[in-house]
């Protein structure tokens, strides 16, 4: 079955500290992955997304992500976390030749002044 | 570029009340148009996607309807409203000839029912 896991429902790290948000998939096919941002509230933003090619992509607002196929894992990534980096975080897999994503049920992230 | 609106932001309705939200993306044409349900503490439900005018999918059987009227409208309707139908409702788009299907999404509607 196709899946998504986030394992971490909540996340607490202090400001400046690194950040790594899990994410594990079952994909019968090549997967093309990616995560997202959501502001309480707000939409959806895409930070970054893998679909072939160096297995270690950037994103926008200095995140980074890696992708493990021995793994099935795509784990966000980021050096000095911000206060303004709080929010929830998903992360989806999705197919050639399909419309449709699979989305984990997210991690919120709380920072700590 | 392309930017997706979603409104109302926020509507309140009692149960038993139809139910109209509506999406619309401009700078493109011909996307793929999808509608998603987050409940509280969930992840992202798809409820429909569409590929073209008048093609519609359903995902989840339920108390909702989808409608595409024009090429980049989408519309999500009820007859009758149920405490369940309470959520965060986000419309989202991809290029219909992406190879990658990235959505983009609109700013959401956040609906009570009472």
């Known amino acids: 079955a196709q899946s998504v896991t986030q394992p971490d429902i909540h996340i607490t790290v202090s400001e400046g500290a690194s950040l790594e948000l899990r994410c594990n998939y079952s994909y019968g096919a090549t997967p093309y992955l990616f995560w997202y941002v959501q502001s309480p509230g707000q939409g959806l933003q895409l930070l970054l997304k893998?679909?072939?090619?160096?297995?270690l992509v950037q994103g926008i607002k200095g995140f980074e992500a890696e992708f493990k196929r021995s793994q099935s894992s795509f784990n966000l990534r980021k050096p000095s976390v911000h206060w303004s980096d709080a929010a929830e975080y998903f992360c989806a897999v999705g197919g050639s030749g399909t419309y449709k994503y699979i989305f984990g049920t997210g991690t919120r992230l709380k920072v700590l002044a | 570029s392309q930017t997706i609106h979603q409104w109302p932001a926020t509507l309140v309705q009692p149960v038993g009340s139809p139910l109209s939200l509506e999406c619309t993306v401009e700078g493109t044409s011909n996307p793929n148009l999808y509608w998603y349900r987050q409940a509280a503490g969930r992840g992202l439900q798809l409820l429909f996607y569409s590929v073209g005018i008048g093609q519609i999918s359903s995902e989840v059987p339920q108390n909702l309807s989808a409608s595409r009227p024009q090429d980049r409208q989408f519309i999500l309707s009820s007859k009758k409203l149920l405490l369940s139908d309470s959520g965060f409702y986000l419309c989202?788009?991809?290029?219909?000839?992406?190879?990658?299907?990235?959505?983009?999404f609109g700013p959401g509607t956040r609906l009570t029912v009472l």
């Open positions: 893998y679909f072939s090619g160096d297995t």
């Open positions: 989202a788009w991809s290029a219909h000839r992406g190879q990658y299907g990235e959505q983009f």
